[in-house]
């Protein structure tokens, strides 16, 4: 989840998100890709009809993420329920450090107790989105904020699930702790945003690196250097919807039907064809999540 104070134009700020126009649908994808980021119990349209507009442009599966325990319940329960939805569960890196100032060690402890009973469910794929943030965190928080997220990298080894990062101006902290815990077989920064000198790093070690619609924002350049670099065998796309709307409907709510904006934008920073970003999207995210 990343909700960047700047994803709404000036012409939209009097209206909430939700309250704007749904962007329309996009041309279909001729090979089918995966969401491998959304949070369907943060927008508006039921998970029917979410799933419904996502398949008809080619958005055949998604991965539901939680963000607290709550949430990751309810994306456990979902992913049951939906044949072509998996879940990630976790605790945000912010809900995290919330827990321990608001209720103490012992209710950041049970929370994790309670994540790991919904990881080890056979729809929940990944342990996520887990990390740091250092925009929303000040010092105060970070101690829970760090211990939180080697519990959750253990977490993922233990099970063998995923792990998906989220790291918002933290970049050296995340890379210094997943060195120090030893990354999960499987790691994947979602919502990538770091340089090309760390998508290099990343690559050298196999992890993957999923984009956002914050790849088409028109001061997002350092993100297109980073996934020109990117190998085609690690690059994943995903929404983070309702956040990071694509150009050119940033503002407006993000779904995963929107997924073919991205990702048609990414096959020309990186000079492929839409259908063979596809191809590789759509491999790397079953071998990510292991479906």
Not at 64 to 77: H, I, N, P, T, Y
Request: with cysteine; net charge negative.
């Amino acid at each position: 989840m990343s909700t960047p104070s700047a994803d709404f134009p000036s012409a939209a700020r009097s209206k909430p998100r939700a309250e704007q126009e749904p962007p329309p649908l996009p041309e279909p994808l001729a090979v089918p890709v995966a969401d491998s980021h959304t949070h369907l119990d943060m927008q508006v349209p039921s998970v029917a009809e979410a799933l419904r507009d996502a398949a008809s442009v080619g958005v055949t599966t998604v991965i539901q993420v939680g963000c607290d325990l709550e949430r990751s319940r309810w994306a456990a329960d979902v992913a049951a329920d939906w044949e072509n939805v998996w879940a990630a569960v976790a605790l945000h890196p912010n809900e995290a450090p919330r827990l321990a100032a608001e209720e103490g060690e012992e209710a950041l402890d049970e929370a994790l107790a309670g994540i790991e009973k919904l990881a080890a469910l056979p729809q929940v794929l990944a342990v996520g989105e887990t990390g740091l943030d250092h925009f929303r965190t000040g010092e105060e928080g970070k101690a829970a904020q760090q211990r939180s997220f080697r519990a959750h990298i253990g977490l993922a080894k233990r099970l063998n699930k995923a792990l998906v990062i989220h790291d918002r101006d933290a970049h050296a902290d995340v890379l210094r702790i997943l060195d120090e815990e030893g990354a999960p077989e499987r790691t994947v920064f979602h919502c990538y945003s770091g340089d090309a000198e760390m998508a290099r790093h990343c690559a050298e070690r196999g992890w993957f690196m999923s984009f956002a619609g914050n790849v088409t924002f028109k001061n997002a350049q350092p993100l297109r250097d980073a996934l020109a670099v990117a190998p085609p065998e690690l690059v994943l796309v995903e929404t983070d919807a309702p956040f990071l709307t694509p150009s050119p409907y940033r503002g407006r709510p993000n779904a995963p039907y929107l997924v073919p904006v991205t990702l048609r934008a990414m096959a020309e920073t990186k000079g492929m064809t839409e259908e063979t970003l596809a191809r590789h999207v759509a491999a790397n995210t079953a071998r990510a999540f292991g479906y």
